[in-house]
Every structure is written in structure tokens, then in C-alpha cells.
């Protein structure tokens, strides 16, 4: 349940990263639309908010997914320090 639960976190770092980085595209093209007057701030600080709300979100899932890393490391009594160097099961 904890190898699951960590394989979880993992792949959802994985798309909140990209979730991330697509925000902050958005977020650049949209600030260069709203220089020029083809948007307005309303729009930008939406997309300002959702921008952060993704970061905010990113930090969670990596603080649960260290949370249940060191429960794996206390259970199995092994030294994974990162996430991402935890094998998906090939089924």
C-alpha cells in the first residue's frame, strides 16, 4: 500500500510539473497579450491565480510524497532519497 501510494505521488509530480510549466506559458503570452491591450488584468490575474494555485499544489504532493517515502525507508530500513528513483511495477 505505502510503494503504491508513493508510485502515485510520483506520477502525479510528474503532471503537475507539466501542468506547471504549460500555466506558465499560458501566463507569459497572455502578460504580452494584456502590454498590448488584446486582453485584459482580469484575464492575467486569473491566470496568475491558477499559476500559483498549481505551484501550491506541486509542493503538497512533494511533501506527501517524502511523507510516504520515509514510511517506505523506515519499513524496509533503505535510503531512497528521491521519489523519481522509485520502479513503476511493469504489469
Known amino acids: 500500500?505505502?510503494?503504491?501510494?508513493?508510485?502515485?505521488y510520483k506520477n502525479q509530480i510528474r503532471y503537475y510539473e507539466i501542468l506547471?510549466?504549460?500555466?506558465?506559458?499560458l501566463y507569459t503570452y497572455q502578460k504580452r497579450l494584456s502590454s498590448v491591450?488584446?486582453?485584459?488584468?482580469?484575464a492575467l490575474g486569473e491566470?496568475?491565480?491558477?499559476?500559483?494555485d498549481t505551484d501550491?499544489?506541486?509542493?503538497?504532493i512533494r511533501l506527501n510524497a517524502n511523507?510516504?517515502?520515509?514510511?517506505?525507508n523506515q519499513i524496509v530500513g533503505s535510503k531512497i532519497d528521491d521519489i523519481s528513483k522509485l520502479e513503476d511495477f511493469n504489469v
Open 20 to 25: 506547471k510549466l504549460i500555466y506558465q506559458k
Open 67 to 72: 511523507n510516504s517515502l520515509n514510511t517506505i
Open 56 to 60: 501550491y499544489e506541486l509542493s503538497s
Open 37 to 42: 491591450g488584446e486582453i485584459d488584468k482580469l
Open 47 to 52: 491566470s496568475a491565480i491558477i499559476l500559483a
Open 1 to 8: 500500500d505505502n510503494y503504491y501510494e508513493a508510485l502515485r
